[in-house]
Nanobody, 122 residues
Framework: QLQASGGGLVQAGGSLRLSCAAS????????MGWFRQAPGKQREFAAA???????SYADSVKGRFTISRDNAKNTVYLQMNSLKPEDTAVYYC??????????????????WGQGTQVTVSS
């Protein structure tokens, strides 16, 4: 089970740190990803941290968001800085055995957390 937390209401330019904790399982063999879904829009890729240590980001968050993981704590994080109103969405964490380009794709992820709401006011 994946449990996402850390969302909230923040002003534009502010920061939030999301956490995703895995219970009853180890995340080390998996690529861990963060996706987000804004109202009326499809769920989209935000960032991923592969099981081999590589990171990838959507262009819309590159340079502002940082994904990290602590395998000992079975937790993955998303540090979000310089937040914009367009970052408002429900953020989901998920795990996958993907590699390369596959890790950008929603369908590559099979276990999902419940989502945490991030709201950025202007």
């Amino acid at each position: 089970q994946l449990q996402a937390s850390g969302g909230g209401l923040v002003q534009a330019g502010g920061s939030l740190r999301l956490s995703c904790a895995a219970s009853g399982r180890t995340i080390s063999p998996y690529t861990m990803g963060w996706f987000r879904q804004a109202p009326g829009k499809q769920r989209e890729f935000a960032a991923a941290f592969s099981w081999s240590g590589g990171t990838s980001y959507a262009d819309s968050v590159k340079g502002r968001f940082t994904i990290s993981r602590d395998n000992a704590k079975n937790t993955v994080y998303l540090q979000m800085n310089s937040l914009k109103p367009e970052d408002t969405a429900v953020y989901y964490c998920a795990e996958s055995r993907c590699s390369g380009y596959e890790c950008y794709l929603l369908k590559s992820y099979d276990h999902w957390g419940q989502g945490t709401q991030v709201t950025v006011s202007s």
